[in-house]
């Protein structure tokens, strides 16, 4: 049981360039999630899926798309790099309960991405 | 509009002395509360939450959190610190039917030996 993983750990492009992040989950959950983090800022949410072939926005998902073809793989894809976008990502996945919301979200280790 | 507030950005103690990280959250309903740990370039782990059960939360690693509503606050504690301690601490919130967690800054702990 890998949990949560990550492709790739880390990623140097230039602007404008394109890359896709993967994000795989073997505990069968439904709801899947695609974070950013930046010094002092927390964790802000790109986009989430609340179960294969869904998606949705979330607070900051401008230059970023997503899909979820299988229900354990969550793809983010960048088209079009920007600085802006060198962060750190992280992928979670949580089986959440309708009527609840106190379910454990469970982290992958990141992707560090760095856009020259 | 759901939000949660660390009220210190950095927070920095002896090793074996007490650690309190505040927290506190805006909603107009009962929210799910969690407490999640990153160190050093980790991912992050789940340290404690509150489901609306008893309102003194215990987690791993000797860490614990109150639930205050009439504060709107759920602080973290630790009664002695351990080096192993220093990391980024997130206080994270949650609503029923929301399917969204809502992260603070984040409060970084630096443990002095």
């Known amino acids: 049981n890998a949990g949560v993983t990550q492709t790739p750990k880390f990623r140097v492009l230039k602007t404008g360039q394109s890359m896709t992040l993967l994000c795989a989950q073997d505990m069968n959950h439904e709801y899947m999630y695609w974070y950013r983090q930046d010094p002092g800022m927390g964790l802000r949410l790109i986009h989430y899926s609340v179960g294969e072939g869904t998606t949705a926005k979330g607070e900051v998902p401008d230059g970023y798309n997503v899909s979820r073809l299988k229900k354990q793989n969550f793809l983010l894809g960048l088209e079009s790099a920007a600085p802006s976008q060198t962060s750190v990502y992280f992928c979670?996945?949580?089986?959440?309960?309708?009527?609840?919301?106190?379910?454990?979200?469970?982290f992958g280790p990141g992707t560090r991405l760095l856009v020259l | 509009a759901q939000s949660v507030t660390q009220l210190d950005s950095h927070v920095s103690v002896s090793e074996g002395t007490p650690v309190l990280l505040r927290c506190n959250y805006s909603s107009s309903y009962s929210p799910s509360l969690f407490w999640y740990v990153q160190h050093p370039n980790k991912g992050l782990q789940l340290l404690l939450k509150y489901t609306s059960a008893a309102t003194l939360v215990k987690g791993i690693n000797g860490f614990e959190a109150e639930f205050k509503k009439s504060e709107t606050s759920f602080h973290l504690t630790k009664p002695s610190a351990h080096m192993s301690d220093a990391a980024e601490y997130f206080c994270v919130v949650s609503f029923v039917n929301d399917y969204k967690l809502s992260f603070g800054a984040g409060t970084t702990v630096t443990v002095r030996a």
């Open positions: 979670a996945s949580t089986s959440w309960e309708v009527g609840q919301g106190s379910e454990t979200q469970y």
